[in-house]
């Protein structure tokens, strides 16, 4: 037999794969560029971070002068609730007494308007010789009765805040008791000599 033929296989290898290193200078630029962008990533993300804990800190100031503000409010807020609840409480009961004080007032008035009333109707000029004993008598009791309404209205307002309505006036009585009444029935009694007396000095005197 004749021999098998030898087959030969070329094996092509590219000048590259042979050349490890054909520039070292590219090389070496390459590398530093490579450092370069680290770098400058590195320092890019340093400034971020910078850039936020900056920004950290302005929101722990602000925070801080928020609280600082609220602590603020909450003392104001106390204060002012408890002096304005006072305030309120004794408004209202001011208010009550002063409610209370207006109902006595338009009480009193009406009383004194009464009795004044009484007193200007009374006109001593008309009496007549005859009633003039009993109209003598007549108005001394309305003016006594109203002196006693007053009397006892001035002294009851005197320990309250209108008591500057009366001008200061005191409880007392025009003419009260035995020797009022005494006076008035003598005043009564003798009225008419007084006046024929009177009458018969003025004739003399004129003559």
């Known amino acids: ?13 590219r000048s590259t794969q042979l050349e490890m290193n054909p520039n070292p200078a590219a090389s070496a630029r390459q ?3 490579n450092v370069e962008g680290k770098l400058r990533a590195a320092e890019e993300q340093l400034q971020q ?3 936020q804990r900056e920004e950290l800190e302005r929101q722990k100031r602000e925070v801080e002068s928020l609280n600082v503000r609220k602590r603020e409010f909450i003392g104001a807020q106390a204060e002012l609730t408890d002096k304005m ?4 409480t004794r408004i209202d009961r001011e208010v009550i007494d002063m409610k209370q004080e207006i109902e006595e007032l338009e009480q009193c008035r009406a009383c004194l308007a009464s009795h004044l009333g ?3 109707k009374i006109n001593p000029d008309s009496w007549n010789r005859d009633s003039l004993a009993t109209n003598i008598e007549r108005a001394m009791t309305v003016a006594e009765h109203a002196d006693d309404e007053f009397s006892q ?3 009851y307002f005197s320990r309250t ?3 500057n309505i009366f001008n200061g006036a005191k ?11 005494q006076f008035r029935n003598g005043l009564a009694f003798n009225l008419p000599v007084i006046i024929l007396g009177g009458i018969a000095l003025i004739a003399y005197l004129v003559k």
Do not use: N, Y
């Open 1 to 13: 037999m004749p021999p098998a033929p030898e087959h030969t296989h070329h094996i092509k290898i």
């Open 31 to 33: 590398g530093e560029d």
């Open 49 to 51: 971070l910078e850039q």
């Open 85 to 88: 609840s006072a305030t309120v």
């Open 118 to 120: 009484k007193l200007e």
């Open 153 to 155: 209205a001035a002294d």
């Open 161 to 163: 805040r209108s008591a």
């Open 171 to 181: 409880a007392r009585r025009i003419l009260s008791g035995d020797f009022g009444r």
